[in-house]
């Protein structure tokens, strides 16, 4: 079976389903990810028409970002089968991966992963679609090794902070914020989720700030989630995308460092010699293999 492809996920923007308007306004602009929302940005009595709306939307934009997802209602309500099955029946050729709500065991993912290979092949769909699991719940980040492991069509693992905080009766303000805690609040299950996205091939997300007017926050919170290993972070309003992108993309600088210590690392090993020094600097196997996923990711962006 072939890999899912390695997409570019700096930011991903979050869009309610059922908003032609802010559809249209999300498929302009330069984000490498757009998500058409039918769960938590959906009212109840809304949820069909939406879906409605995506199907539309799929076939008759054109869209700037790189990738489009679906984000799907949970396995557990009466949504879910239809949002894939109309979805991918009508507007399969446009619609990338299907972002799993609310992933808590390999059963959830199983289901979408069978219900999937089932349509594509009624289909004969051109594209295989990829799969990508919030982790969203105590349960789901226990088992967040499993999960990341269940399915060659899983893309990305994305920590969903504000059930997560719920899941966990956490007592905060606003999803995503960390007042009162000294510290990172958000450290462990960040972590945790990152390991097990490297170990399996696959991009850790982070999720979202809701207050959209602390671009501070924002910023520090993306700081965290990259600096660990993170590919990307989640953004509830165009506003948030440009800060965003601009924490997760690799600097001129940085690249070019990279690119000269790399250069240097390979004569040496050409000379013979191992461990070296570039611009005072300590080279060697465990450094350039950091320098490698800096100058991967570059790559990535066409940078």
Not at 18 to 27: F, G, N, R, V, W
Not at 78 to 84: A, E, K, L, P, S
Not at 125 to 138: D, H, S
């Amino acid at each position: 079976m072939p890999k899912q492809p390695n997409r570019p996920r700096r930011s991903t923007l979050s869009v309610p389903g059922s908003s032609p308007k802010m559809i249209a306004k999300a498929a302009t602009l330069p984000v490498d990810q757009v998500l058409l929302d039918l769960e938590d940005a959906v009212a109840v009595d809304a949820k069909i028409d939406a879906r409605a709306t995506v199907i539309e939307a799929l076939n008759q934009q054109r869209w700037t970002a790189h990738t489009v997802s679906l984000r799907i209602n949970d396995v557990e309500t009466q949504w879910c089968h239809d949002d894939i099955i109309d979805v991918v029946t009508q507007a399969g050729e446009h619609l990338d991966t299907i972002i799993l709500t609310k992933a808590k065991s390999i059963g959830d993912v199983r289901f979408v992963h069978l219900l999937l290979d089932q349509l594509e092949r009624k289909l004969g769909l051109g594209k295989r679609i990829g799969i990508e699991c919030l982790i969203e719940e105590v349960d789901g980040l226990m088992r967040a090794e499993e999960i990341a492991a269940c399915s060659d069509r899983i893309e990305t693992l994305i920590f969903g902070v504000g059930d997560y905080a719920a899941s966990q009766q956490m007592q905060l303000a606003s999803v995503g914020s960390t007042e009162g805690y000294a510290g990172d609040l958000w450290h462990y299950p960040r972590f945790k989720m990152t390991i097990a996205c490297r170990a399996n091939g696959i991009d850790p997300i982070d999720g979202p700030l809701a207050d959209f007017n602390d671009t501070d926050t924002l910023v520090l919170e993306a700081q965290r989630a990259q600096i660990l290993g993170m590919s990307g972070k989640w953004a509830i309003h165009p506003s948030q995308v440009d800060p965003i992108q601009r924490v997760f993309t690799p600097s001129p600088e940085r690249i070019a460092v990279a690119r000269k210590q790399k250069a240097a690392y390979q004569q040496a090993q050409q000379d013979g010699r191992g461990a070296i020094s570039v611009d005072g600097v300590m080279v060697d196997a465990a450094s350039i293999r950091i320098t490698q996923s800096l100058l991967d990711r570059a790559d990535l962006l066409g940078l």
